[in-house]
């Protein structure tokens, strides 16, 4: 598999989602239990979320920090973006979750952000590499 050292930018949208989902994480996982009253979702997802996101978040900075990365990594990154956006949305579209006002935001809300990082990382992964190897 060929790498590719990767350019600022892709570097820094890898590195920009690496803190969005690891605060995102933090805020699931330590405020479940007050979040769950105010976007009307069940502490156990929020939580879970939040644990899913921890090895996501692990992988999103190793990837961010190497000097070589490949792209079906950065592809990988993309591709989870993108299920999580979609996951998102079927969340509040079946019925599992009776989701306030506020929750239907906060879901919204953070899948456009995911959807957003996503393209970003795409549009450095169509940027020139800097160096092949």
Sequence with gaps: ????????????????????SGATAF????????LDQWLGLPTALLRGAGLVLLPY??????LGTRHHINAASVWAVIAANAAWTVASFLVLASGWVAPTAL??????????????LGELQHMGLRRPPQVTA
């Design 57 to 62: 978040v692990a992988y999103v900075v190793f």
């Design 103 to 116: 929750g239907y935001a906060f879901v919204i809300g953070q899948a456009l952000v995911v959807a957003a």
């Design 27 to 34: 805020l699931l996982i330590a405020g479940a239990g007050v």
């Design 1 to 20: 598999m060929s790498s590719f050292h990767p350019s600022p930018f892709l570097r820094n949208a890898l590195m920009v989602d690496a803190a969005a």
